[in-house]
């Protein structure tokens, strides 16, 4: 269960979710990237990104539903998660200046 998740897991969690659609950026929920797992073994919340619910799961070129098309248009988990990985290094680092910023004042 979700309570079994780190404090770096949620963390993680926390700002996959409050980052827009990858495809779309309306409000997104958080999909996770199974690798060649199968599907008892719950994926890394690590490999995580940010999609809305019609990205996700509801449309036909969803992840969920439609995953040939959604590749075709989007791309692959794994690009797909190189990109929002370096997104969320980006806004950690500006983060961190800012606070730099304010420490120093």
Not at 26 to 36: F, G, L, N, T
Request: overall charge neutral; glycine content about 6%; aromatic content about 6%.
């Amino acid at each position: 269960s979700d309570s079994m998740a780190t404090k770096q897991e949620k963390d993680r969690l926390d700002k996959i979710s409050q980052m827009g659609c990858f495809c779309c950026g309306r409000p997104a929920e958080v999909h996770h990237i199974r690798s060649h797992t199968g599907l008892s073994i719950r994926p890394s919340h690590f490999d995580t990104i940010p999609l809305c619910e019609m990205h996700h799961r509801l449309g036909k070129d969803s992840i969920h539903l439609g995953k040939k098309l959604f590749i075709e248009k989007y791309g692959d988990e794994q690009m797909i998660l190189k990109q929002v990985n370096k997104q969320l290094e980006l806004m950690e680092d500006a983060y961190n200046l800012f606070n730099k910023g304010e420490n120093n004042a």
